[in-house]
């Protein structure tokens, strides 16, 4: 009886910030991208710059002035900012939406292996 309490209604409408697991934060920074597929548009141009717009555990949002196949798979490489050094992520791209300030990429990182 637990369990049917807790279960969540299905008639209700799930919007995207219901399911966003990790909270998103704003961050200006610009990230290195190095296009990791064996697509003839990744090997023209296999590295890109983003503009971070936000950041979150699971994934980011940027700009980026080219655009990105959804599902492409990216490396990116942030740098050191403040206190804070610099590191690297794994991740696929989710969308890709053309905007009047170039196209607007949400990239979902990779899960980190279990120790």
């Not at 990216?74 to 050094?85: E, K, N, S, T, W």
């Not at 696929?92 to 899960?111: K, M, N, Q, S, W």
Request: contains cysteine; glycine residues 8%.
């Amino acid at each position: 009886m637990v369990a049917v309490l807790k279960m969540p209604n299905r008639f209700t409408a799930v919007t995207e910030q219901d399911r966003r697991v990790f909270a998103r934060k704003d961050v200006e920074a610009e990230v290195q991208a190095k296009r990791v597929d064996h697509s003839v548009a990744a090997h023209r141009q296999p590295r890109v710059t983003l503009t971070l717009r936000d950041l979150s555990l699971g994934g980011l949002s940027a700009l980026s002035q080219t655009p990105l196949e959804t599902g492409e798979r990216v490396a990116l490489f942030f740098p050191a900012q403040g206190p804070f050094g610099g590191w690297d992520a794994i991740g696929r791209v989710l969308r890709c939406v053309a905007t009047g300030f170039g196209y607007r990429i949400a990239v979902e990182f990779d899960p980190l292996p279990a120790a």
